[in-house]
């Protein structure tokens, strides 16, 4: 079919069903709420979920006695004063348990609220990762003579982090490092 043909019998169905009906204003909002219908719904059955399991749990447990996790005895039975001090060991050491979670809460809300966000300086970011950059070149002139015995390499490693970072503590560190190998054997380069 050719593209003229076509494009007039394109046209002619546009005729012949008039225009497009006009969407609904609110269609935004409706489509929204539909999404948060739906997503509540889907929160609602996994919480209804949970919760049915933990009724089932609970049951379950019920249903079996007690169970060694409780630490109480079945009923009719008297604890002993050992079983006693034993429960009241247990209790003490839940309540320190749950009073250090207090305080730990009370550290985190008092540290949010007293110390905002502090921004990241651009600055020291970059000679933080100057700084590192000599360290890891440093430490491969360590690994080409300790591992591999490249004297020679090691040293033009430790010359490139004294030339390439020489305002870092590393470029002093690769100078005391180049000089003790150049010492071993008397060379110097």
Request: proline letters at 5%; aromatic letters at 4%.
């Amino acid at each position: 079919m050719k593209e003229d043909q076509l494009a007039g019998e394109l046209r002619e169905a546009d005729a012949a069903f008039g225009p497009a009906p006009a969407l609904p204003e609110d269609l935004h909002d409706r489509v929204v709420r539909r999404w948060r219908r739906r997503r509540v719904g889907r929160r609602l059955s996994v919480a209804a979920g949970l919760v049915a399991a933990v009724a089932t749990a609970g049951t379950w447990l019920s249903l079996t006695g007690p169970t060694k996790t409780t630490g109480l005895p079945p009923e009719g039975v008297h604890p002993t004063a050992s079983g006693i001090r034993a429960l009241d060991a247990a209790a003490d050491a839940r309540l320190a348990t749950v009073e250090r979670m207090l305080v730990l809460g009370e550290r985190r809300r008092a540290l949010g609220a007293a110390a905002p966000a502090q921004a990241i300086d651009p600055v020291e970011a970059v000679r933080r990762q100057v700084d590192r950059s000599a360290y890891l070149i440093l430490l491969r002139a360590d690994r080409l003579y300790q591992v591999t015995g490249r004297r020679d390499a090691a040293i033009a490693t430790y010359q490139q982090v004294i030339k390439t970072f020489p305002q870092t503590r590393w470029a002093e560190v690769a100078r005391q490092r180049e000089s003790t190998l150049q010492q071993q054997t008397g060379d110097t380069l």
